[in-house]
């Protein structure tokens, strides 16, 4: 089993940065990609980023591409999603996921422990 508990959201202004961490506990994350979605109200949950296990390949989703940056620090079990020029359309409910493998993937369905996700407010 493992347990991926996010914080770091809030309410932020328009272009305001926030910091997201997933930090996970039962098992090392250290073999496997992890991966941030979000889901905003009315909508869909859709793919933000996605790094390899050892961090060496990254993949972004459109909107998060130039603005987003996540990472990992494989000794703290823990991964980070970095945002910047943060914009209302942010605003969502953002998840991690851990994945079932090594590399990274974009799809919902390579992702087998998802947090309970931290809200992102962000105002215009």
């Known amino acids: 089993q493992v347990q991926l508990v996010e914080s770091g959201g809030g309410l932020v202004q328009a272009g305001g940065s926030l910091l997201l961490s997933c930090t996970a506990s039962?098992?090392?994350?250290?073999?496997?990609?992890v991966a941030w979605f979000r889901q905003a109200p009315g909508k869909e949950r859709s793919f933000v980023a996605a790094?390899?296990?050892?961090?060496?390949?990254?993949e972004y989703g459109g909107s998060a591409e130039g603005r987003f940056t996540i990472s990992r620090d494989n000794a703290k079990n823990t991964v980070y999603l970095q945002m910047n020029s943060l914009q209302p359309e942010d605003t969502a409910v953002y998840y991690c996921?851990?994945?079932?493998?090594?590399?990274?993937?974009?799809?919902?369905?390579?992702?087998?422990?998802w947090g309970q996700g931290t809200q992102v407010t962000v105002s215009s």
């Open positions: 790094i390899r296990s050892t961090g060496h390949r990254k």
């Open positions: 039962g098992r090392t994350l250290s073999n496997y990609a």
């Open positions: 996921a851990k994945g079932r493998a090594a590399a990274a993937s974009r799809r919902m369905d390579q992702y087998d422990y």
